[in-house]
């Protein structure tokens, strides 16, 4: 393992505990995604992996040295922070050969790697000015080539997209992607935004309130999410999960009944609203449910439908839904291979 | 690749524990020189201490001083009351007079920058020379203002503005305001320029009118500054000593012996180092308690929030 | 020169005047030589503080002939006069020694010799090394003088640096002018001439009082600050009062200040305020002088050591040859004047009081005695008053009749707290705040309380 | 906003400056006038200039060496004060524990005390390890109370730049205290240049401390201003060339930071 934290612990003065025991560990040349909601720790793992932070208790070990009490400067770490954290007072450039100049590279090396390093990240018309007259995502990749310049085995970037706009960002996330593939480096990237950790991660760690939830490729966590939590954070709209009881193989909630491999009892079942499919009203597995509001996202179409109880069940299709109105009632079925059920009590993933 | 080396532990001192040895000069410097005497001169005002009378070795004599003070002095309450109004319409005027001028500026003037530089020029220069400006204007023969004071009726042909005992402080305070309005404005200034604007706009939507805009958005949204600027101005105006005891020592009579004159003269005419530290101390309470109040009440929440971005 | 008590106290120090000649006249034996005494301290550097005065100067222009006699270096600091008072306290009480004599006011040596803060004189002029035999102060000074601004306590502390001394002055080219005469006598009923009493010095004030034409009867030196005190003191004594009823001052006793004669002084000195500009209550020593050059003013009274400015140096002063200089006029108190000495102090921390003793002692000398009163000074020594070039200085005759008939200041420790009350109190007399009688009766009473038992007040207040 | 009441707030404001400014232009003026110019009654806006008083005062009464000592010292004791108040601010900007803000009022305090009451204390305390009568004692003591000031301002200065420059740096390899000494400290330049002219000014302008700290051949511009105020007359040309000459460098300092001094000064209360 190139990274791992054991048992790490980070509770604040004010007493909070941003980290809860935390272990993790993954390879060098991964492109590690933490995501999770605000709050979930996953800005304070980063920055204990950083050293810009202590942990209260565990250990960090990076190639199997314990870096715990470690400065960042002795870690080999680069990092991208969020407000891109530029020297306003330097050019681009200097920006760029700071960390190279801090370890006293000379002079024509570090001409040679700024200039690399701006052609790679596109920026190398802009090297002589001023931060200030850089646009958000110029800013940004500025802020990338500072953190990637002096070839940090690891590089951390703490939601470096979040200030950018909708387009932008998608551009830098292939850029990002791009870059990983061809430096080879192992990327720790910090998102709150599912998308861009399914699109950039070789594995993600999900977290919540402090706790690592699970960890494990994108597809993976998309296929099969440990527990609720993660199924209703992945996916766009989030999976449903709907609260029922199993009696006799038929899983019964409200309006929603479909036949699954249960034993009897309560259970909480989840399926994707991709995955919901239509079906004529005549058809045995179908139930009927009623629209409660339509949002067209072409091409796609959701359609929210009012179960008993009051939770919400989304469904997402590409068929052409233009005759379907709000209060019209439909028929659906869950096909058995789509669902994945959740404890009803703990919200853990039983098979 | 660059691998990151062992940290020596000079090394880990600079990275760990920074913010102590980086506090601790200045909270040394400060205890040593500043709070050091001023815990002397706490002890002194509790003893008979004199350099003139051999008599007053430095004798402990509990609160006496303080007794005879708060007791019998009738020239320290005197010129306690007078520092009180000196302070009250000194700075009130400079308020009024600061904010409006600030108002005027942030209105009508773009280029402020010469503008607000030679606005600052009095209270730039020594309080030393500042006195000594004012005394060679105000002189009864010979001085420009007295001259023209004369010429446009303000004052008589037959009298002075620092021999006439009930012109003397409005003469102190005119003055005061003269070197502190500047301050006032420029404070206000900075604030009034820091204003958002979506208040004042929505209130336009509110349909508020401008005086309903000033006193309800602008003043209070003005608050933390208002204050700020009344408790430096408190603070300095309740010191105030070069000007006057250049201006006037205190005279005629004692029409303007302010707190610190009269601290002055007990201390360094009379040598009386007991009762003048009594009396020094007196002005340090009446100046923390009038900051406190005001820190409290005011500045220190937004302090608060300021150091959490 | 101080009437009966100062007999009195040369009587009782006589014997150890005797002491002293006598041993001044054993050391004799050995041709005693400056260079030679001062032989153990070349190469030290004695360093003094005082008011920048014509004659601190002037001892400034003489010290490097001392140097350059005896290898010690003199460092001369000049301050303002509050200033200086405040240097030398804090000096004195840190007892850090950085000054090796001082120069200050008489009425600070009481202060200084009951805090053990100077060191007396008569250890310097026993030693048959450091005493120059010609040096012999008890013929060659101002005796009644010496002893009352360098004595206390019937020792000598030091010597007297300058005898500064106040005095009436007028513009003699006005009371000489012979439309004024005639005009001064139709109103007044007798001749226009320098005034001999208080009331045709008011006369005089009133008659030339003509502000529209830019010309006022005199100035007062109204300002709260020391300078009123001492304007005021020429009225105290010359109307027969005093502050303390005591003979010497470094004497402890009744206080007198709020008697009859001091309440009628101070009242006549207040109503010449009619007569003086309207800034007279903000004047102090340097407006007046100012007032005087520009020719403003007809008469008043003021310190001898301005004289030159105003009657001598033509480049600052527009009445050069048109002032008169008179004693001050006489009341019930007869002639009297205010003579404010400066001593030559040794300070007990010093470390070259030796080396201090002998710049000191030849600082008394006549010729530097003579060139110091030329540029400024009032020497102690007599014989400076004889010299041919010292009488032909407009104001000789004033100065050396005012030294004559100066009375004494007190000089106890608590002499300036004294001073501090009285200008507080005067001040808000003339400021209108109070009248003259409650005015002395409040100072009176805080003089009495400072001073202690040994002080009842004379004229007690309630 | 309508033309006219344009047109009256640049005469009010004329006016306020034109008020504001005269007394300064006069003692200027009457650096350059004779001392019968001076006295005069009328008073003369138009008159002969001299020039003998500057040298009268800056060289024969040897003043020059004053104003040498007053670089000196104000130097000396803003270069103190920022080398260390500097880091303390920082401290405050960015540190949370417990006390910080009771510890920041402390600071403040500072400044309430009457230097009267401090300065026998003080000078008593300088004689005792020796430090009187040198130009250390009154840098040392220009520093402890100009502290406040800069602790005060800077920290203003210092909290606006964004934690993660800190941090940025920090990544790139600079230590704790190397990221503040070459990265915080160069960005927060123009904050320090306000605030080093403040404390400049306050210990240019300082009179008591100065004169009762520092021996007469180190005494800086303002103790040797009451020196010309003699009982033979106050030497006013040379009082005014001595203001003006003390006052000129503070001016023209002012100018260059301006901004940033307001600026720095309402800091805490003023949000960006």
Redesign the interface.
Known sequence: MAVSFKEVTKRFADGTVALDRLDLGFDLGEFIVLLGPSGSGKTTACRLLAGLEQPSSGRIEIEGRDVTNVPPRFRGIGMVFQNYALYSHKTVFENIAYPLRIRKVAAAEIERSVKDMAELLRIAHYLQRKPAQLSGGQAQRVAVARALVWQPAICLMDEPLSNLDALLRLHMRTELNRLHRKLDKTFVFVTHDQEEAMTLATRMAVLKEGRLVQFDEPKTIYRRPANRFVAEFMGRPAMNTIDGVVKGGIFKAGAVACAVDRPDGPVTLGIRPEQIEFMASNAPAAMTLTVDVKEAIEPDTLLIFQNAGGQAITLRTQTNCDAIEPGQPVSVSFPKQALHYFDAATGKRVE | MTKGTRPSRGQFLLDRGASMPLILPAALLVLVFLVGPFYYMVYTAMTDLSFANPDQKGVFIGFDNFRRLVREDAIFWGSFWRTIRFVLVAVSIEFLLGFALAWLIWRYIERQRLLTTLLLVPMMLAPVAVGLIWRLLLQGDFGMATHYLRAVGLLSQSSAVFSSPGLVMPTIIAIDVWQWTPFVTLIILAGLMSLPRSPFEAATMDGAGPWRQFTDILLPLMRPIIALVLLLRGIDAFKEFDKVFIMTGGGPGTVSELLSIYAYRVNFKTWNLGYGAAVSFMVYLVVLIMCSVFYKAVYWKSADQEARP | MFGDSSRLRMLITAPALAAFATLGIAGQAGAWTLEEAAAPYKGTTIRT?G????PLEAMKKLAPEFEKRTGITV?I???????TA??V??DL??K?G?YDFILQQHRNVG?FV???HVEPIEQFMTSATLRDPEFKPEEQLYQGLWKEISWYGGKAYGFPFTALTMYAWYRSDLLTDAKEMDGFKAKYGYDLGPAQDWKQYRDIAEWFNR?DQ?LYGTALQ????EALWYEWLNFLYSFGGDMLEVKSGSECGPVIVNSPQAIAATEYYKSLMAFS??????YF???V???M??G?VAELIM?N??T??VAVDE??S?VVGKMGFDIVPQGEGGKVAQVEGWSYLIPTASKNKEAAYLFIQWMLEYEQQLNQHLNGGASARPDVYASAEVQKLPYAKASMASNEVAKPKPTI??A??MT?ILV?EL???????KEAKAALDESAKEISALLGACAPMKYPVQ | MSKSWKILAIGILACVLVLALTPYVWILLTSFKGRLDILSTQPTWFFMPTFANYPAVFIDKEYLPLVFNSLVISLGSTVLSILIGAPAAYVFARTDFAGKEDLFFFFLTTRMAPPIAIAVPLFLFFTTIGLTDTIYAVVIAHTSFNLSLVVWMMRGFFAEIPKEIDEAAMMDGRSKLGAFVRVIVPLAAPGLAATAVLCFIMSWNEFLYAFILVAFEGRPLTVGIPGLITPHGTLWGQVAAVAVVATLPIIVFTFLVQRHLVRGLTFGAVKG
């Open positions: 503080i008011e920048a005065l014509p460092e600091e000049m301050y303002e006069a509050s200033e405040s240097k306290m804090l009480n840190s850090r950085r202060k009951t805090n053990g502000p830019g109204g300002k709260r600050h500009p309207p800034d007279t209550l903000n020593w340097d407006d002088m100012a007032l050059q520009q403003k310190w050591d301005a030159y400015a480049n600052v527009t420790p608590q300036s707290e501090d507080r001040s808000s007399y003339l400021a209108g705040e």
